[in-house]
Nanobody, 139 residues
């Protein structure tokens, strides 16, 4: 059974840092591009407002960042440990959201069309995601 389990969320003050982790199992993690996406608290992942904040290709050599997080967030992966990470620095209150890790597949094969993003010459959609981890940024 494919499984993605996010962790590392919590309450942090503006300007603080958090490191999110995502443990993958049940599938060949190294074969998939991956993304961190976020959704406002209380909304389902597939509702309007979903944002891809960062993505990384299967080998880990190409990355993407939304303008809203560029220079503050760093995505990385360990294909030996089957882990995806998101280092978040200089956090802002508008970053309060539930953060999900998700597999990326060509958009036509994706489980949802809620978010389609053009990366590295291909339109990707989200195919599988975890339960998310809540990040609250507040003083």
């Amino acid at each position: 059974e494919d499984q993605l389990v996010e962790s590392g969320g919590g309450l942090v003050q503006p300007g603080g840092s958090l490191r999110l982790s995502c443990a993958a199992s049940g599938f060949t993690f190294s074969g998939y591009a991956m993304a961190w996406v976020r959704q406002a608290p209380g909304k389902r992942l597939e509702e309007k407002g979903l944002e891809c904040v960062a993505a990384i290709n299967s080998g880990g050599r190409s990355t993407y960042y939304a303008d809203s997080v560029k220079g503050r967030f760093t995505i990385s992966r360990d294909n030996v440990k089957n882990q995806l990470y998101l280092q978040m620095n200089s956090l802002k209150t508008e970053g309060t959201a539930r953060y999900y890790c998700a597999t990326l597949v060509p958009a036509g094969a994706a489980a949802t069309q809620a978010l389609v993003i053009g990366l590295w010459g291909t339109d990707y959609g989200l195919d599988y995601w975890g339960q998310g981890t809540l990040v609250t940024i507040s003083s």
